[in-house]
């Protein structure tokens, strides 16, 4: 089955430090890749997304690839703000059909606290 | 947009009592989801519907939880009866089926606490 895997939070910076959540999978077929974003007291929100090997998805300083040699899609940042403290959910969708179609697998999640 | 439409947003309740969670997807999604998340599962799917029917309920943990969604603009999810296990946030997500636009958005949650 589909699963997926992130590095164990929480995770602590400074400000203006770089950051790195690794994220790896385990799917069957071609899935597509998202990094989710929870901040307090809210719902998850789409960050990134990327559908196909190689591509990087890309928004508001955060990046990642899909690696499909790894079946990584780690999350970084260059330089992370106190606003970016929240809990980020890395999580696939396979694109075979049957009753699977439009299922997200998330993964654990990783609570990112970053102090000024 | 709107945006997924949750309510109530916080709710409290003695164990045994009925809970009715409601949930008001994007207005032409149709995929509609429920998640529960708890501290120590993390996030879970609990059931997901495609144009009003339920697809895959294999998540719902037992017989005391129902969900419906008599139109493509409602879906419920009941507790019947209740109990403190059951306290969580339970979100509803909403989704087009098109392959571009395949983002799940999700609704701000109901923070149950079951006492």
């Known amino acids: 089955g589909n699963s997926v895997t992130q590095m164990e939070g929480p995770v602590t910076l400074s400000e203006e430090a770089f950051l790195t959540i690794n994220c790896t999978y385990t799917?069957?077929?071609?899935?597509?890749l998202f990094w989710y974003v929870q901040y307090p007291g809210e719902g998850l929100q789409l960050l990134l997304k990327?559908?196909?090997?190689?591509d990087k998805g890309s928004n508001k300083g955060f990046e990642a690839t899909y690696r499909k040699e790894t079946t990584s899609f780690h999350l970084e940042k260059g330089s992370v703000q106190v606003s970016d403290s929240a809990v980020y959910f890395c999580?696939?969708?396979?694109?075979?059909?049957?009753?699977?179609?439009?299922?997200?697998?998330f993964g654990q999640g990783t609570i990112l606290t970053v102090h000024p | 947009d709107a945006g997924v439409i949750q309510s109530p947003r916080h709710e409290v309740t003695e164990m045994g009592q009925e809970v009715t969670l409601r949930c008001k997807p994007i207005?032409?999604?149709?995929?509609l989801f429920w998640y529960r998340q708890t501290m120590m599962r993390g996030l879970e799917l609990l059931i997901y519907?495609?144009?009003?029917?339920?697809?895959?309920d294999s998540g719902m943990p037992e017989d005391r939880f129902s969900a419906k969604m008599p139109n493509a603009s409602f879906s419920t999810l009941k507790i019947q009866p209740s109990e403190p296990r059951d306290s969580a946030v339970y979100f509803c997500?909403?989704?087009?089926?098109?392959?571009?636009?395949?983002?799940?958005?999700f609704g701000p949650g109901t923070r149950l606490l079951v006492l």
């Open positions: 997500a909403s989704s087009f089926t098109d392959y571009s636009r395949e983002t799940q958005y």
């Open positions: 799917a069957t077929g071609y899935p597509s």
């Open positions: 990327a559908t196909k090997a190689d």
């Open positions: 999580a696939l969708r396979t694109n075979a059909g049957g009753t699977s179609y439009g299922k997200l697998t």
């Open positions: 207005s032409g999604h149709d995929y």
């Open positions: 519907f495609n144009n009003n029917v339920p697809i895959d």
